[in-house]
């Protein structure tokens, strides 16, 4: 028996600022981009079609007005919950094409209703290039849902978006494992605090992506099943510019494929959604061809013959509470310290080109190969132009 895959569109760009006063993210042209390059017959999937979100318009809202769409966010998000949860219920694996990172409530409040329904906990694999951790606790206002969708769905924030149907928090800290933020993220220290376990590009590519995933597997043991947040801006700029705020420091093409299909290779992955890449700076679809490849190659594990459907197991007993958290990961890799500034620290030392792959040319337990290097399109896609020929970063995206 094989996993079959349902691909469900949630375009909504509530959760980031507007690009410039006159425009509107280009994020929720997202999957019809994606769409445009074969990526449904290509999966082999389902059509589940779209959840069309509210119309953006931020109106007059300021700063200290709380997040802005709070409520058009609130109300779409428990519609992605209904249509997720209809696609498990089916016993379908479901990739949710996004959209800004927002979306992740709408997921995350699916999760929680399952895991209820369940009697286990849903935990959460956080793949993202920032930890999205931003709230009234840290930060001197909040606004934009994509940059606080972490913070949000462990709870913190305003109860409008952070307890929808009173469930609080949707994923709780010891159930959320962090992939790929820089090593200078501006919340590194409060993800510690809070108990989050995090790996860091560095100590990523230290370890290698397939480790990575089997790592992450093994931090969620105890919950029930788990599911997969994928930001493209985990990508370096130099491979992957067309998100709204690009940073050096990240991860390849390669990495991100093997390291999708490590997380997704066990009946105990739930699904899988995608945000954030933004098809207005890449004019003639390369970027998107490359995404197609790499996820297409990374999506392969869940349909191969003899896969497991979606298997839950009620929770047997509470996870321990554990002593000192691993704060970077488990091999004791120290902490930078904290940025003078209020942006995205750059992690310069750590470039994609001079790294290359850990993991070597194939993934660990029988996974999906990969090719060589950044330019390539992944197994059995077109090449794509290099860093060379492209733009450094997007222009006018601001952070989220």
Known sequence: ???????????????????????????????????????????RARDAGCLTPPRYDA?????????????????????????IGAIIDRGEFPVVLGGDCSILLGSALAMHRLGEAVGGRIGLVFVDGHSDFRHPGNASY???????????????????????????????????????IRAQDEYRLDLQAAGIITRPVPALRAEGA???????????????????????????????PAVDAPDPGGIAFAELEILLA??????????????????????????AAEIVNTVVSGLRPVTAPGSAPPRLRPEETPRPTPG???????????????????????????????????????????????????????????????????PATAPGGPAA
Request: charge should be negative.
């Open 1 to 43: 028996m094989m996993r079959r895959i349902a691909v469900l569109d949630a375009p909504s760009n509530l959760g980031l600022r507007p690009p410039t006063p006159t425009s509107v993210p280009g994020c929720g042209k997202a999957p019809g981009a994606l769409r445009d390059q074969g990526l449904l017959p290509r999966l």
């Open 59 to 83: 109106g007059d809202w300021r700063p200290g007005d709380g997040v802005c769409h709070a409520r058009e966010i609130a109300d779409y998000s428990a519609a992605l919950a209904d249509r």
């Open 142 to 180: 909040v606004g934009a849902a994509a940059g606080e969708d972490l913070a949000l769905v462990t709870g913190r924030g305003q109860a409008d978006l952070a307890a929808i149907e009173g469930r609080r928090p949707y994923f709780r800290d010891v159930d959320v494992v962090v992939l790929g």
């Open 210 to 240: 397939a480790r990575t995933a089997q790592w992450a597997h093994e931090q969620l043991a105890d919950c029930a099943g788990y599911w997969v947040h994928v930001d493209v801006d985990v990508l370096d700029p130099a491979v992957m």
């Open 262 to 287: 490590g997380l997704v290779d066990t009946p105990h992955c739930l699904g899988v959604e995608l945000t954030v890449f933004d098809p207005d700076y890449d004019p003639d679809g390369a970027y």
């Open 324 to 390: 000192p958290r691993r704060s970077i990961d488990q091999f004791g890799l120290p902490i930078a310290p904290a940025p003078s500034d209020h942006g995205k620290a750059r992690d310069d030392g750590d470039d994609v080109a001079d790294g290359g792959l850990a993991d070597g040319g194939s993934v660990d337990g029988g996974l999906v190969g990969v090719g060589d290097g950044l330019g390539d399109g992944g197994p059995g896609g077109a090449d794509v132009p290099t860093a060379a020929t492209r």
